[in-house]
Every structure is written in C-alpha cells, then in structure tokens.
C-alpha cells in the first residue's frame, strides 16, 4: 500500500486551529487606559501598528514597553526612520492633564510623526452610574 496517510496530521492541525481561535481574542495589544466616551468615527486599527498609552499614574508605555518622554522620542525616531508611512495611536487615561498629553504629543511629533490618531471610546458603550 502507498498511500499516505494524512489523518494525524488533520488531527494535529485542526487542534492548533482552536488553540489560536482562544487565543487570537486575549491578544489585545497596549495597556489597560479608561478612554474619554466621544461620538466620532471608529479609526481602523491595523496589525503592527503602534500604539501610546498613557495611563492614569502618568506612565507611557509605546505597545507594552514602559517608557519615558524623552525616551520615547527617541525610540519613535529610531523605529520609523526607515518607514514612508509614519501614523500612530494615542490612548490617554481620560484623567490626563492636558499639559501632559500636550508634551507627550510634542515628542511623538518631534520624532518626525505627524499623522497621530487619538483613541476614544464610543459614549454608547460607556456604563451610566
């Protein structure tokens, strides 16, 4: 008989088909932000892009890594050096001094990025007290 029996390898991939449809939902990329509730038009969200965070306690993570302003300056100057099309997210706590938005915002455009999208979240998913 010369045939192949292919059985245990649908066996095999059917499995690690479920084990990524689990998984691929608990992959949320960036840090937990409470977004300000606005009414405007949901930005599309592409894989690989880049995301600021800027939490409540004043962190700034760029994806997950904890960063300073100045470091992440530097760190968005290095990344998008090479790349034509320079865009990123901003996700800021909705308790944020504006100041401090304002300077984060002033280093991401000072390391050469002016097509920033800033995150919110629609006021129609926000839970009235």
């Known amino acids: 008989m010369a045939e192949i029996n292919v059985t245990p390898l649908v066996d095999v991939m059917l499995v690690l088909l479920i084990i990524f449809m689990v998984t691929a939902p608990m992959l949320q990329q960036g840090v937990d932000v409470d977004l300000p509730a606005v009414a405007a038009r949901e930005l599309p ?3 690989g892009q880049l995301i600021v ?3 409540k306690d004043r962190r ?3 994806n997950r890594a904890l960063l300073t302003v100045p470091q992440l300056r530097e760190k968005l100057m290095a990344i998008y050096r090479e790349k034509p099309n320079k865009e990123i997210f901003l996700r800021a706590h909705r308790d944020i001094p504006y ?3 304002g300077r984060t ?3 991401i455009r000072a390391s050469g990025i002016y097509r920033i999208g800033l995150v919110t979240k ?3 998913t926000v839970k009235q007290p």
């Open 53 to 55: 965070s800027i939490t």
């Open 45 to 47: 969200l592409q894989s």
């Open 105 to 107: 915002l002033g280093a």
């Open 99 to 101: 100041g401090f938005v």
């Open 122 to 124: 629609d006021p129609a």
């Open 60 to 62: 700034v993570f760029l």
